[in-house]
Structure formats: C-alpha cells, structure tokens
Nanobody, 126 residues
C-alpha cells in the first residue's frame, strides 16, 4: 500500500489541526494504521494507531486525551485530529501501515510497519 500524508502547517499553541493520510490499493481495510512523528534532532516516535475499525486504538502518553486517530475505509484514509497543541508537538508526522497479525496486541514500534508516507510538517508556535 502507498501512503500520502497531508494537512500539516503552522498553528499557534492551543490550536487544532487535522492530518490526513490517503492510501492507494483495494486492501486498505486489512492494515493496522499508525502515525509517528520526528522532532528536530530526535528519533522518530509512535503517536497513535488504529485497527481495522475505529474501536481499536492506541495512543502514546503524550497524545492521549489530545489526539484522536480514526479511519475511513470507504475513502482509504486515516486521520489524526490533534487538539490543544503545544510547541513540543512540532515535528514531521508520518503515517504508516502494518500487516495485522493474530498474535500481536499492539502496534507501537516502527519495525512493525512496512509502508510509510512521506511526512507532513507540523509547527506549533508559542
């Protein structure tokens, strides 16, 4: 599956932003989808993931309560709604897809994801 992220931009602290990630291919619904981010001079880190339906989600502690991940399988798109943004959220945000495996309970590691989008930049000003 090929992924294309969009929706990044500059926003003031306390503001909101919604990222989108459009996927190609007809098998979109079978993938676990995730968002990661990489801040300047830091390693890429997990933000959120969603299973085949919106009922199965997982969040990094930094995102819980402020960000919401969702997917629209009919539109082959995954979203990351971000609220109450802080300057520490400034980063390049990547969407990614992982093959769902029966024995795996969570998808928070980069190595689990086999397809990546190109990244979209989010800048939060103070």
């Amino acid at each position: 599956v090929q992924l294309q992220a969009s929706g990044g931009g500059v926003v003031q602290a306390g503001g909101s932003l919604r990222l989108s990630c459009a996927a190609s291919g007809r098998t979109f619904s079978i993938y676990q989808l995730g968002w990661f981010r990489q801040a300047p001079e830091k390693e890429r880190e997990f933000v959120a993931s969603v299973g085949r339906s919106d009922s199965t989600t997982d969040y990094a502690p930094s995102a819980k309560g402020r960000f919401t991940i969702s997917r629209d399988n009919a539109r082959n798109t995954v979203y990351l709604q971000m609220g109450n943004l802080i300057p520490e959220d400034t980063a390049l945000y990547y969407c990614a897809a992982a093959t769902i495996k029966p024995v795996v309970a969570s998808y928070t590691r980069e190595a689990q994801y086999t397809s990546w989008g190109q990244g979209t930049l989010v800048t939060v000003s103070s």
